[in-house]
């Protein structure tokens, strides 16, 4: 069950992935995980969805970021321990691989990678606010430098990082905002409640899950979606339609469907 609105902290994905719709937040976020100089952000997608032809399953990312130097981060929020980060971390990079290179294109044009998953439980149950994880050879120890890098950030240790980190894991488990960073992000989840278009967008993804649940299906989610497309929303003035459609692109949703309950053209919506 989704929280309300009004309840949501920067450790929920939705108040997450709105306030990482800002560059600069992303950039210092980024650069306080990795510990080195990230290139200046080009391009940021927020719940960006990747269908691949190897991927029977779909991948909708929280924030996928590409920088100057070409390469990209994929961060992840998440709350719950469901035992199959390293499976999802694996997926997800198969999907990013297929994605990011050309048909036909060379090996040799796949970017360096980094996914990113912030925690608040500690997978690997070893007590560290961060574990890095790269290729290697068994045998050797040898560095595989296949360009990937996968990174597993936990908020239950927050009092064993450096000091800017620390400050921000604590502000994830719930704490008052400490640090200049901090306290930007809080001001950007308050700014973010006082959003109604924001607010809106959110009770509709929060009814329809209410709708999936209901309805029982594996594909209820997707039910959800077009029952609530056709909701009601045909008869709402223009402007409260461009609001809408808006919305429901940001959540993903196939243009040619919001155009069919919203009575919009497709080249209005793809203008959003």
């Known amino acids: 069950m989704r929280k309300s609105f009004d309840n949501l902290t920067i450790a929920d994905d939705f108040m997450f992935c709105t306030v990482m719709e800002d560059p600069i937040l992303c950039k210092e976020l980024l650069t306080m995980l990795l510990k080195d100089k990230v290139g200046r952000i080009t391009k940021l997608f927020n719940q960006k969805p990747i269908e691949t032809q190897i991927a029977s399953k779909g991948v909708r990312l929280d924030i996928m970021i590409e920088d100057e130097d070409g390469k990209l981060y994929d961060v992840e929020m998440q709350t719950t321990d469901q035992k199959n980060l390293p499976e999802r971390m694996r997926y997800y990079q198969c999907a990013i691989d297929n994605s990011?290179?050309?048909?036909?294109?060379?090996?040799?044009?796949?970017?360096?990678?980094?996914?990113?998953?912030?925690?608040?439980?500690?997978?690997?149950?070893?007590?560290?606010?961060?574990?890095?994880?790269n290729p290697s050879c068994k045998e050797t120890g040898q560095t595989f430098d296949d360009g990937t890098t996968k990174i597993i950030v936990n908020s239950m240790a927050s009092e064993k990082a450096e000091e800017n980190l620390k400050a921000f894991l604590s502000y994830m488990n719930g704490q008052p905002p400490e640090t200049a960073f901090t306290k930007q992000l809080e001001k950007r989840v308050n700014e973010t409640k006082e959003?109604?278009?924001?607010?809106?967008?959110?009770?509709?993804?929060?009814?329809?899950?209410?709708?999936?649940?209901?309805?029982?299906?594996?594909?209820?989610?997707?039910?959800?979606?077009?029952?609530?497309?056709?909701?009601?929303?045909?008869?709402?003035s223009y402007q409260t339609k461009l609001e809408n459609a808006a919305a429901f692109k940001r959540l993903g949703i196939d243009i040619e469907k919001i155009a069919e309950g919203t009575g919009l053209s497709v080249e209005e919506i793809e203008k959003l």
């Open 100 to 133: 990011a290179i050309n048909k036909g294109g060379d090996y040799n044009d796949l970017p360096d990678t980094f996914i990113i998953f912030l925690c608040t439980f500690d997978y690997l149950q070893e007590g560290l606010p961060v574990y890095t994880i």
């Open 195 to 236: 959003n109604e278009e924001k607010r809106r967008e959110y009770m509709l993804l929060k009814s329809f899950e209410m709708d999936a649940r209901r309805a029982g299906l594996t594909e209820g989610i997707q039910q959800g979606i077009q029952q609530g497309i056709q909701r009601g929303i045909t008869q709402g």
